[in-house]
């Protein structure tokens, strides 16, 4: 079955980089219409779609964060790497990463990872 | 891109149907027919309810659908259960090959 996890740090200060790794199985990130996208969610607050890579290198980006936004993917260890930089108290957030197999032109993501709460503070 | 507008909060009582709106525009919702609809309950991952506007994946009960008209798309529980008391989600692919979600809502079961 397939399944997701996402691993990073849980406290980060401001300005620093934040690196977050998403672990999965039971898909291949090399089959064709196959993506891994990362969402967050403030809070109490809504989610936000923020970075997907498709198994063709594809990557899309937030326009509102695509400045501060490096996804990528390592198909041999089942692994995708959001890069955030510059982070500020505002993006403390449960990040969760996720599975889509629609291809390129769909966005919905059908398996989710558990999540994990990054806090930005001094 | 503007998060898709979704209303606060709806309710209703067990055995009733309800409808939750998610309004976008021409170069979101009402251009491409890639509508996702998603539960989360409280400290819960979102799960998938809805995709390509009306599209149940398997496990999901038919209770749920989901229907677009114009730039506005829609999610309706019928036979509504306690169970389905949880915030729900819509999110669209978008012009911009990107994806955009909804503020969210919350459903009460009364």
């Known amino acids: 079955q397939i399944t997701l996890k996402e691993s990073g740090p849980t406290l980060v200060k401001p300005t620093q980089t934040l690196t977050l790794t998403c672990t999965f199985s039971?898909?291949?990130?090399?089959?064709?219409?196959?993506?891994v996208g990362w969402i967050r969610q403030p809070p109490g607050k809504a989610l936000e779609w923020l970075a997907l890579?498709?198994?063709?290198?594809?990557?899309r980006y937030s326009p509102s964060l695509k400045s501060r936004l490096t996804i990528t993917k390592d198909t041999s260890k089942n692994q995708v790497v959001l890069t955030m930089t510059n982070m500020d108290p505002v993006d403390t957030a449960t990040y969760y990463c996720?599975?889509?197999?629609?291809?390129?032109?769909?966005?919905?993501?059908?398996?989710w990872g558990q999540g994990t709460l990054v806090t930005v503070s001094s | 891109q503007s998060a898709l507008t979704q209303p606060a909060s709806v309710s209703g009582s067990p055995g009733q149907s309800i409808t939750i709106s998610c309004t976008g525009t021409s170069s979101d919702v009402g251009g491409y027919n890639y509508v996702s609809w998603y539960q989360q309950h409280p400290g819960k991952a979102p799960k998938l309810m809805i995709y390509?506007?009306?599209n149940r994946p398997s496990g999901v009960p038919d209770r749920f659908s989901g229907s677009k008209s114009g730039n506005t798309a829609s999610l309706t529980i019928s036979g509504l259960q306690a169970e389905d008391e949880a915030d729900y989600y819509c999110?669209?692919?978008?012009?911009?090959?990107?994806?955009?979600f909804g503020g969210g809502t919350k459903l009460t079961v009364l």
């Open positions: 039971g898909f291949s990130l090399s089959t064709s219409g196959v993506g």
């Open positions: 390509e506007v009306s």
């Open positions: 996720a599975h889509t197999s629609g291809g390129p032109s769909s966005g919905d993501f059908d398996y």
């Open positions: 890579i498709y198994w063709d290198d594809d990557k």
């Open positions: 999110s669209s692919y978008t012009s911009s090959s990107t994806v955009v």
